[in-house]
């Protein structure tokens, strides 16, 4: 098992909550908020890596957009637009002064009702909080982590639309992740209701087989990852095959390797599934995670475009 995930979190002196910069201690929540209750919240999981340039965010713009999409699903209003949100966000970053860090916007419907249909009636507050991280999964994650089959089911996009990042959804994660971590593991897989690969707890899947990639998609009730999105454009730069199809349970033991991809989780590979162990060599997870590294610090030429470079933006709009 990796050791100590999360255990090196510090948690920023300031957040952004409903258009201001405070202290973190000021922002206060109503215990009766909605979202509390039910879950009716939208959130995104951005990475900001440090750099010699400062603090480089991850496809910031990508992040935002699916917020306001995953809001509008649940028509939670957020007062400010695509653009204002990511200028709020490195406004923040770059006051708060960390050069690496984990970036959390929610969107929560607030106090005044227990309705259910409270997009009619509640407030909805928005709040970007930061915090430090390091290998979502702990020390030596490269070298591929422990995972278990999930006695849990993805739920069908039938009953929640897994496109959608919303809290109430992450009950199914939470379940399945105290249940792996509960047996001695690092992370689960769960398949959809159809007995179909869907997804790890926070993280997409590819399957490498004879030097070729597959992965899964949005029929699989998957989250559609932005690091899926960008680790198949990277394999494809370097002249790799990757299919989007659906992903059998055999697929993975059959597999050469396997991977997880994730903004926390980044590129880590599976040492086992359950008792399945996989070859330690790892060429393909190995080079992809390499690749993803060098894109999210902004020095592949290619990907120029996917990094905000936070101290630049706001120097250059001062
Ligand atoms: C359920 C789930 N699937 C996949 C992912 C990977 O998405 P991304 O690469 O955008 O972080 C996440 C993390 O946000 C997730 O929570």
């Known amino acids: 098992m990796a050791s100590a995930p999360l255990e090196h979190m510090a948690i920023a002196p300031y957040y952004w909550f409903d258009g201001t910069i405070a202290p973190r201690k000021a922002v206060t929540v109503d215990p009766l908020a909605h979202g509390l209750h039910y879950g009716s919240g939208v959130f995104e999981g951005i990475r900001a890596y440090a750099t010699p340039r400062g603090p480089a965010i991850f496809r910031l713009r ?54 259910l249909s409270a997009r009619f009636v509640s407030p909805t507050h928005v709040l970007v909080a930061y915090r430090a991280m390091g290998d979502y999964f702990g020390a030596g994650q490269e070298a591929g982590i422990a995972v278990t089959l999930s006695p849990w089911r ?101 597999a050469d390797e396997v991977f997880f991809t994730g903004t926390a989780a980044e590129v880590t590979p599976l040492r086992c599934l359950d008792a399945h162990v996989y070859p330690a060599v790892k060429p393909i997870s190995t080079m992809l995670r390499a690749a993803y590294l060098a894109a999210v610090s902004g020095t592949d030429p290619r990907h120029g475009d996917w990094v905000t470079f936070a101290r630049e933006q706001t120097t250059a709009h001062a």
Not at 65 to 94: H, N, P
Not at 154 to 162: D, E, I, N, T
């Open 62 to 115: 990508d992040h935002m957009v699916r917020f306001q999409r995953s809001a509008d699903v649940y028509g939670i209003k957020i007062a400010w637009d695509v653009d204002e949100m990511c200028a709020a966000v490195v406004e923040t970053l770059v006051r708060i002064e960390l050069e690496s860090a984990y970036i959390r916007p929610l969107a929560f419907f607030g106090e005044k009702t227990f309705s």
């Open 154 to 254: 993805k739920f069908s996009s039938k009953a929640l639309p897994s496109t959608a990042k919303a809290a109430g959804h992450y009950a199914n994660s939470v379940l399945a992740m105290q249940d792996a971590v509960g047996r001695g593991f690092d992370e689960a897989i769960m398949l959809n209701d159809r007995g179909d690969v869907a997804e790890g707890t926070g993280e997409n899947i590819f399957v490498v087989k004879d030097g070729a990639l597959r992965t899964n998609d949005r029929s699989s009730d998957i989250l559609h990852g932005i690091t899926r999105a960008s680790v198949i454009e990277l394999a494809r730069d370097r002249g790799l095959s990757v299919e989007v199809d659906h992903l059998s349970l055999d697929e993975l033991h059959d």
